[in-house]
């Protein structure tokens, strides 16, 4: 016999609660209707006939020639001005730095963008991100790119500050001086927060 076959007897103790619950209820008295009123049934929607379909409006000359406006263009990059450039070299702070050493692409593009978007929001015009110089002479002996030199992230990052959603905030970069990194480092301007 399965499982759901057999029936499990209550014990005592479960029967006397049991009796004891439905003693203790007491049924809902439902209001009398009365006979003279008739059920409530619903009356059928009265029956509207459907409009004739409406056939879309010819398009005109001035219609047609109208497409969707396009995206504003993202603004140019722009490089450092050597006043700027001069003091940097001379040496002049930067208003923040973000060090992208020894994390993958996908790690170093989140950070970047969210350190952009920071920098913004705290009014830093110039900032310096560190990509490290890679080593040329140590090539990759795996993976898709081999005979690659191992400056991924120094190749990367520029193509990420020309992006499209970037440049909303980036207004131009370049290679920092060597006091800030040389080849491996980045001066990055950042565009002002629009009010």
């Known amino acids: 016999m399965s499982r759901r076959g057999r029936r499990r007897q209550l ?3 479960e029967r006397a609660l049991w009796d004891h619950v439905v003693r203790s209820v007491t049924p809902l008295k439902l209001p009398a209707v009365p006979e003279d009123v ?3 049934v619903p009356e059928p929607a009265p029956v509207v006939p459907e409009p004739p379909p409406v056939a879309p ?3 005109t000359k001035a219609s047609r020639s109208k497409t969707p406006p396009a995206p504003p263009p993202a603004p140019p990059l ?3 001005e050597p006043k700027t450039r001069r003091r940097l070299i001379r040496g002049a702070e930067v208003d923040a730095r973000l060090d992208l050493h020894g994390l993958t692409q996908a790690a170093a593009h989140r950070r ?3 350190f952009l978007i920071e920098a913004q929001a705290l009014g830093h015009a110039l900032v310096l991100v560190i990509t490290g110089k890679g080593d040329p002479d140590r090539l990759m002996s795996t993976g898709p790119a081999f005979g690659e030199g191992r400056g991924v992230l120094k190749r990367a990052v ?3 500050l020309a992006e499209p959603d970037l440049r909303m905030i980036v207004v131009g970069f370049e ?3 060597r006091r800030h990194g040389g080849e491996g480092a980045l001066y990055v301007r950042i565009r002002r927060r629009k009010a």
Request: charged share 15%; glycine share 4%.
């Open 57 to 59: 409006p010819k398009p």
């Open 175 to 177: 290679s920092a001086g």
């Open 38 to 40: 008739a059920p409530l």
């Open 112 to 114: 970047l963008r969210l």
């Open 11 to 13: 014990s005592a103790e």
């Open 78 to 80: 722009a490089s450092l």
């Open 158 to 160: 520029p193509l990420w």
